[in-house]
């Protein structure tokens, strides 16, 4: 299933820098057993804060079906990608809330344990909270005489930097540049209905499920990469990877630049490939 692909890079320092991550105490759940477990919200938004292009997928069974092996063996799939490039799948079994195979599956179950799924891809190769897998303890900062003064420049940090994300975010209006992109339709759908339909899917496939939560142009560049991705392979485009990756990047580039030149991007990709 996985075959030949590009794979998708992690640097070893950013491995370390989210496996490392201090503040992710307050987010770790624990179930009924007491057995800890990462916050799927947190997990899904440091990815986007952090790897801003990756999103999780699965391998599929037959289009649309993510459900693989039969009754007590059921199993899913999942990977990182940004669209082009891509890591190898992982295993991960169907469970019920007690950690017992499930043997008749439903809808609710597939998409419980999709997240329980994308989380632990998530963890398996960024590395966040992938010292719960190991056991390890998550490291506290223990206020001292020493450090309360670093600790109060950190947090005067965070807030900066927060606050530099919210004008950011707020000076951009994910959902309208959506809707521009689809009355444009530089992909060539039917018509604009069309392209929002193919928009909408891939919003969900993204885990954005809305054009509201597509808060950055980072978000905007991840989500029109994956359609024309998406585009690309229902056409049956002869590409390579190397030169589709080239173009993806092209892509994102003009996203982060504004949704005008995004839609100047897409479209002189679709006449090339049309």
């Not at 082009?84 to 469970?95: C, D, G, H, K, N």
């Not at 020493?146 to 900066?160: L, Q, Y």
């Amino acid at each position: 299933m996985n075959g030949m692909f590009t794979p998708l890079e992690i640097s070893a320092e950013q491995f370390a820098a989210a496996y490392d991550t201090p503040d992710i105490g307050p987010h770790i759940e624990k179930d009924y057993k007491g057995l800890s477990y990462l916050s799927w919200p947190f997990a899904y938004r440091y990815l986007k804060e952090h790897f801003p292009t990756f999103f999780v997928a699965f391998e599929e069974k037959t289009l649309g079906e993510v459900a693989f092996g039969g009754p007590g063996a059921y199993y899913l799939r999942p990977y990182l990608t940004d669209g082009s490039r891509r890591t190898v799948a992982l295993v991960f079994p169907i469970m019920d809330r007690t950690h017992k195979s499930i043997k008749e599956l439903d809808g609710r179950a597939i998409s419980d344990n999709c997240q329980r799924a994308a989380v632990k891809a998530i963890a398996t190769f960024t590395g966040l909270g992938l010292r719960l897998y190991a056991g390890e303890d998550i490291p506290k900062e223990e206020p001292s005489s020493n450090s309360k003064k670093p600790a109060r420049n950190g947090a005067v940090f965070k807030e900066i930097v927060e606050d530099v994300k919210a004008a950011s975010s707020a000076a951009f209006d994910g959902k309208q540049a959506l809707i521009d992109f689809c009355n444009a339709n530089p992909l060539g759908y039917e018509d604009a209905k069309g392209c929002q339909m193919a928009v909408k899917d891939t919003l969900e496939n993204v885990g954005l499920n809305t054009g509201a939560n597509v808060k950055t142009p980072g978000d905007f560049g991840n989500v029109i990469t994956t359609l024309v991705a998406a585009w690309t392979k229902d056409k049956g485009v002869k590409i390579t990877k190397a030169e589709m990756s080239k173009q993806l990047d092209a892509i994102r580039a003009k996203c982060n630049e504004s949704p005008v030149a995004a839609v100047e991007a897409v479209k002189a990709f679709y006449e090339a490939k049309k």
